[in-house]
């Protein structure tokens, strides 16, 4: 209800719900204080006219009802910060401060423009790294694979970032340029990145990516009238023939819709590629509009074939 009222995403972590109770407490206060403030605006012109009042009142107001507002709206803020604020923002640091011991923990290093996401492989161990290494097309963060044995195992994608769900995460922060802001709508991140700097971010997914694009997904119909990029099938599709048009899953071109609608297929159910984004929340440069990774949210067979196949291209 909160997020449809509010015009939030999909929150798919273990503490998105505290979020979103504070944007609802924070949203009904400034709804109300800007209420209040038109009706005393219009009264005040009605009120205090010319016609009705056509001299100057020199005592002014007697009442302390303004001073009775003021403290109502002192005494909310109070509340909302002393019993939803402070105890989640407490939380939070003591959840990235001393993590789990089945936490994930993953470095990302942001730069303009992209995310480089390192994971510390099958040892579970992090390889050195060094400034000096940094090649922008081949080893964007620096990895010493050469002079660290612990290094040659360790996973590096760039605006590509996969978590397992029901699993604790951990994110350490940093920057290779100017101030950054890693930000997960989905799983109410967002966190500025600054240089010289590593903040740890921790949170929980409850959902997979399939279970996001399942909420997503909409009824598309034949012939479409607008481009069909980012979008893939939820379901598998034939001709009356049986013959395959196209699979769910697979990618949904202009090509792919004409197929369809030409079979006599009237709509289609599409759902987004990637169901959740990185997005950079600060301007970092000409460049921050192409910002943007994704993040992919895997059950534990998906996670486990994923870094498996990541470990085996390194070999």
Same mark, same amino acid.
């Given at each position: 209800m909160w997020q449809k009222l509010l015009g939030l995403p999909i929150d798919v972590s273990a503490h998105g719900a505290r979020i979103d109770q504070l944007l609802l407490w924070v949203h009904v206060l400034m709804a109300?204080? %800007?209420?209040?403030?038109?009706?005393? %605006? %219009?009264?005040?012109?009605?009120?205090?006219?010319?016609?009705?009042?056509?001299?100057?009142?020199?005592?002014?107001?007697?009442?302390?009802?303004?001073?009775?507002?003021?403290?109502i709206v002192a005494v909310v803020e109070v509340a909302l910060l002393v019993g939803i604020s402070i105890p989640f923002w407490s939380w939070k640091v003591n959840a990235a401060a001393t993590p789990d011991a089945a936490a994930i923990r993953i470095r990302v290093t942001a730069q303009q423009f992209a995310w480089n996401v390192h994971y510390p492989g099958a040892d579970g161990i992090f390889g050195r790294t060094d400034?000096?290494?940094?090649?922008?097309?081949?080893?964007?963060?620096?990895?010493?694979?050469?002079?660290?044995?612990q290094a040659k195992d360790d996973i590096v994608t760039v605006n590509q970032l996969h978590i397992p769900v029901n699993k604790p995460v951990i994110i350490d922060l940093t920057t290779k340029d100017v101030i950054h802001s890693f930000s997960l709508p989905v799983l109410r991140v967002k966190q500025d990145t600054i240089p010289g700097m590593t903040i740890p971010v921790a949170f929980t997914a409850t959902q997979t990516s399939d279970q996001i694009r399942d909420q997503l997904t909409r009824t598309l119909k034949l012939p479409a009238d607008k481009k069909l990029e980012g979008l893939i099938a939820m379901a598998d599709y034939a001709d009356?023939?049986?013959?395959?048009? @196209? #699979?769910?899953?697979?990618?949904?071109?202009? &090509? @792919?819709? #004409?197929?369809? &609608?030409?079979?006599? @297929?009237?709509?289609?159910?599409?759902?987004?590629?990637?169901?959740?984004?990185?997005?950079?929340?600060?301007?970092?440069?000409?460049?921050?509009?192409?910002? #943007?990774? %994704?993040?992919?949210?895997?059950?534990?067979?998906?996670? #486990?074939?994923?870094?498996?196949?990541?470990?085996? &291209?390194?070999?």
């Open positions: 109300v204080l %800007f209420v209040g403030w038109i009706a005393l %605006f %219009f009264y005040i012109l009605v009120r205090f006219r010319r016609g009705r009042q056509p001299k100057a009142d020199y005592t002014g107001v007697t009442t302390h009802a303004s001073s009775y507002v003021e403290a400034i000096k290494l940094c090649n922008e097309q081949t080893n964007p963060i620096g990895l010493d694979r050469d002079g660290d044995p009356a023939s049986g013959n395959s048009l @196209v #699979k769910k899953g697979k990618g949904v071109t202009d &090509a @792919v819709a #004409k197929k369809l &609608a030409d079979a006599g @297929v009237p709509e289609i159910q599409v759902g987004p590629r990637y169901s959740a984004e990185i997005a950079c929340a600060q301007l970092c440069g000409l460049g921050h509009y192409r910002m #943007k990774g %994704f993040l992919n949210i895997d059950d534990e067979k998906q996670y #486990k074939a994923w870094m498996q196949d990541e470990l085996d &291209a390194l070999q």
